[in-house]
Every structure is written in C-alpha cells, then in structure tokens.
C-alpha cells in the first residue's frame, strides 16, 4: 500500500518546498495539498481514503491549524490519522499547546533545507505506518 500525505497550509511557497522535501526523502508516498482547513474537511470527508499522514500549517487565517487540529481530534472517523504541526513558529509555548491539542509531533520550517528534510524524513519514517 503507497502512503499518502495531505499537506495543509495557507502559503503555496510553503506547499512547494515541503513537498520538495518529501520528494527527497526515502519515502514513497502521494501528496496532495490544500491551502484551508475548510477545504482540508471537503477532502478528508468526501468519501475518500484518508491520507497516511497529514502535515498541518499552524498559523492560518480562517480556520487555524489549531482549529482544524480540534475539530479532526473530535471527528469519530478522522480522529486516528497522525498529524504533524509544520510551522516557522519556534515557540515552546506553541509546541506544548499543539500536542496538548492532539497533534503527534511538531517541526520547525527552517530556512536550511537540508535540516528541514532531514529533520521530515525521520518525522516521516516515525509515523507513517509500515
């Protein structure tokens, strides 16, 4: 079975390079984006399966990656897919809020992409099934 991840953010320059960088990764997997929380829900409940993985954007306008984050936490068919919170915040105090929330893991969007696709791959290998 090939893996799927559903990118969610708000910025296109941000889509880009992530998935440039799990494009670089020992993975092999299928990516889809999507730039709002709303259009992340159309997706996740329109009947298809859900994605392995999703990679989640923190600070949006709209729906917040928190926001998205609770009310996917709190929907009985969706509840069970690993997130992970992708955000140029490095605050702690974000970090603690997102896995209080329900979020598996969090990574810095750093400006050195060896780092930030070194740093994805092992997020990668950790939580998407075998």
Do not use: Y
């Amino acid at each position: 079975m090939k893996h799927s991840i559903l990118i969610v953010d708000d910025d296109s320059d941000d889509i880009e390079l992530t998935t440039l960088a799990i494009e670089q990764c020992s993975v092999d997997v299928d990516v889809q984006s999507v730039t709002t929380g709303t259009a992340a829900f159309e997706l996740l409940r329109n009947g298809h399966t859900p994605p392995s993985l999703i990679l989640l954007d923190l600070k949006m306008p709209g729906m917040s990656g928190l926001d998205f984050l609770r009310e996917l936490r709190a929907d009985e068919h969706l509840k069970n897919i690993p997130v992970i919170i992708v955000t140029s915040s490095n605050l702690e105090s974000d970090r603690q809020e997102v896995l209080k929330t329900g979020a598996n893991d969090f990574l810095h969007k750093t400006f050195k992409m060896t780092q930030f696709c070194n740093e994805l791959e092992m997020l990668l290998e950790r939580w998407l099934p075998n």
